[in-house]
Every structure is written in C-alpha cells, then in structure tokens.
C-alpha cells in the first residue's frame, strides 16, 4: 500500500525546494542585516555608520550626490542594496 508521502513524494520535494530557495533568502538576508550597505557602496559594520560617514569615500559620494541632486531629485532606494550583495 502506497502512502501519501509516497504518491505525493515529488510533489512534497519539489515543495520543499522552493520553501528551501524561499527561505534561502531570508537566511542570507538576515547574515546580511549585520552588515549595513551604505548609500555611498560600502559595506559597514552595524554600529560603525558614524564612523564610516566620516571616511573619505562616503564624503565624496556625498559631494557627487549633491552635484547630482541639483538637477534632479533622486530618491536612493534601500532596494539597491540587492544588487550590491547578491554574489
Ligand atoms: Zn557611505
């Protein structure tokens, strides 16, 4: 006699890959929640934003970004966090 594992057996796999690929996600997501990514590209460590707001490279975006902002209003999404960390 067949179970219900047994006939739905692909099925519940297949279910189980795509909870796995979801889930996937929210565990790299959450390793990266440690780390914040900066408007500006960077990388920083939780806590260490005031710090890094001060480096050299965060100050030079923000001049960049304030010559950008005279034209056009640009709005920075934390959406664009996603591309920066995907690899
Ligand atoms: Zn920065």
């Known amino acids: 006699m067949t179970t219900y594992y047994d006939e739905n057996r692909d ?8 909870y796995y ?6 565990i790299n997501e959450k390793a ?7 408007e500006c590209g960077s990388s920083i460590p939780k806590g260490h934003e005031k710090r890094h707001y ?9 001049i960049s970004k304030s010559d950008y902002l ?4 640009y ?3 934390e ?5 920066n960390t995907k690899s």
Do not use: G, M, V
């Open 70 to 73: 005279t034209s056009f209003h």
């Open 75 to 77: 709005e920075t999404s």
């Open 11 to 18: 099925k519940l796999i297949a279910n189980q890959r795509a």
């Open 79 to 83: 959406n664009n966090t996603d591309d």
């Open 21 to 26: 690929q979801a889930n996937k996600d929210k």
């Open 54 to 62: 001060d480096t050299k490279k965060h100050q030079n975006f923000l």
């Open 32 to 38: 990266r929640k440690s780390k914040i990514i900066c």
